[in-house]
């Protein structure tokens, strides 16, 4: 939609894209971002009158769980750990990056923590490419972890409960 919601526009996937969209992310009416269960990352930026796969790599990941653009150049995705079976093969999560509009997309985990997100994109938020929150899945018990630094390192938080839904509207909400 364009109008706030009165019209709405059905939105075509590439023909050769026969796999389920997980996550979606548009942070205008032109750039769409989605995040598949097969684990790429496909984009457009005239709206979805074209596109191109930006990230396809089964040697990191198999199943992308999220992605979150903050503006046309900046976003974060998360895809769980490859193996089939994050349960023999615990990490990490692969976290990546953007600057570059999805050019180029860098993994910036490399601690070994969580290899899964049980609940897809709604066990995981950014604000914004620095700040972060992630509620692993496949260990016992299940710990929430924070990024202050762009997932260069992650922070343990004192939570104790369980989650099935994170949404965070800043570094500290």
């Not at 205008?28 to 009158?49: N, P």
């Not at 762009?150 to 004192?158: A, H, L, M, V």
């Amino acid at each position: 939609t364009t109008d706030g919601g009165d019209l709405w526009f059905q939105v075509q996937l590439p023909d050769t894209l026969n796999e389920p969209v997980i996550d979606i992310s548009m942070p205008s009416s032109s750039y769409i971002w989605v995040a598949t269960d097969l684990g790429k990352i496909i984009a457009s930026t005239d709206g979805g009158q074209s596109w191109v796969v930006q990230f396809d790599d089964v040697s990191k990941t198999e199943f992308m769980n999220y992605i979150e653009m903050f503006d046309e150049l900046n976003g974060m995705a998360m895809g769980d750990v490859y193996a089939g079976s994050p349960t023999y093969n615990p990490g990490p999560a692969l976290f990546l990056r953007t600057t570059d509009g999805g050019t180029n997309w860098i993994s910036v985990n490399d601690s070994a923590f969580g290899g899964m997100s049980g609940d897809t994109w709604r066990r995981l938020d950014f604000v914004d490419l620095m700040h972060g929150y992630f509620y692993e899945s496949g260990i016992n018990p299940q710990k929430l972890f924070k990024t202050t630094d762009g997932c260069n390192g992650w922070i343990e938080t004192s939570y104790s409960g369980s989650t099935t839904v994170l949404k965070c509207y800043d570094e500290n909400i």
